[in-house]
């Protein structure tokens, strides 16, 4: 990075109201967030990171979601994050929800995953430390831990906020019951669950099973990750596989997934998209948020001229009654595979 000079935001960043209540809190947040869970670690260019992170800043997009382990390597994103925002964003720091995460591997030994308090508060500090920041936003746990009671984990997310080091706590991955029982302990404690993180696309809509009307009865916050399905839901895969694309080196999206099944659904939502006269990607995208319920979507970006698109979505009507129907033949239920 060549420059300290600070990023002189766009003036037009809150022109178009783009921001959605958090549950019952006083939290909004953008319907759209940036997500750091892929392209901001060791093999992306600093100069690029810089870039999608500023534009999303200049979009209005007021959010960015990381967890301790987004990389490669581990921390990475949120070191290179940090950096960034140290130099280009920090006055704007009352302008930004920070977010970050803790429940996956770390370290070596018995302290460096799942959900024991010492993990979590260990966790938060070494994140505030490579982000350089006093505070997060909101502290999320990342995943159930089968093997800690819960009311240890949680009582670690409520020591975050009352120590300064988080404003708000979350949790992710959790099922329904789990996620009321976080509800009320955390309700108890004083410091109330704002949101949960679940993956939910149309091709993964198991928080239809439960989890959404939990959401919604206990008035937690929604924030929804893998919303275009790791590009599944994109017009990427609809005539092969691109050579360097992510189905040919991720673990998370591989080749036995471009299935013959796959191609019928995804050619046809995306003839829906063009009757509308937008991408894929933008109809899932408002798929995912036609849910009140759903409070955003977090999307990732391998350029700025991806994130703009996807941003773009919000700039159409949304889906009518009709058109949702439409898609609904070629929505996959529950955990069902495309």
Not at 213 to 240: C, N
Request: with cysteine.
């Amino acid at each position: 990075m060549t420059t300290h000079t600070p990023h002189v935001a766009d003036e037009a960043r809150y022109d178009q109201d783009i921001y959605r209540r958090c549950g019952r809190s006083g939290l909004k947040l953008p319907a759209i967030s940036l997500g750091l869970w892929q392209n901001f670690g060791g093999s992306t260019s600093v100069e690029s990171q810089r870039d999608i992170i500023l534009a999303a800043f200049d979009l209005g997009i007021t959010h960015y979601d990381l967890a301790n382990n987004y990389g490669p390597p581990a921390g990475a994103a949120e070191s290179n994050f940090g950096r960034i925002f140290s130099k280009k964003l920090k006055p704007y720091r009352d302008e930004i929800i920070v977010s970050t995460k803790a429940g996956y591997w770390m370290w070596p030994g018995p302290y460096g995953e799942w959900g024991s308090r010492k993990y979590l508060l260990s966790s938060l500090d070494q994140s505030l430390k490579r982000l350089g920041l006093d505070y997060v936003d909101i502290f999320y746990h990342h995943r159930p831990d089968p093997d800690t009671p819960l009311e240890e984990s949680l009582s670690a997310l409520d020591q975050a906020v009352r120590s300064g080091k988080a404003l708000y706590v979350g949790i992710s991955n959790y099922g329904p019951d789990a996620t009321r029982d976080a509800a009320r302990i955390l309700k108890d404690l004083g410091t109330p669950l704002l949101i949960h993180q679940p993956r939910y696309s149309m091709f993964d809509r198991t928080p239809e099973q439960g989890l959404l009307d939990v959401i919604g009865e206990e008035g937690i916050g929604s924030i929804v990750f893998s919303p275009l399905a790791q590009g599944l839901l994109t017009d990427r895969y609809l005539k092969g596989i691109p050579k360097g694309s992510r189905a040919t080196h991720s673990e998370f999206l591989t080749k036995d997934q471009i299935t013959e099944t796959y191609l019928k659904r995804a050619i046809a939502l995306n003839e829906i998209a063009k009757g509308r006269g937008q991408s894929l990607a933008q109809l899932a995208l408002q798929w995912v948020l036609r849910d009140e319920r759903v409070t955003s979507a977090l999307v990732g970006a391998s350029s700025v001229k991806q994130l703009r698109t996807n941003v773009a979505a919000l700039d159409f009507d949304p889906l009518t009654n009709d058109e949702i129907a439409a898609i609904e033949p070629y929505a996959v239920h529950g955990t069902e595979r495309a």
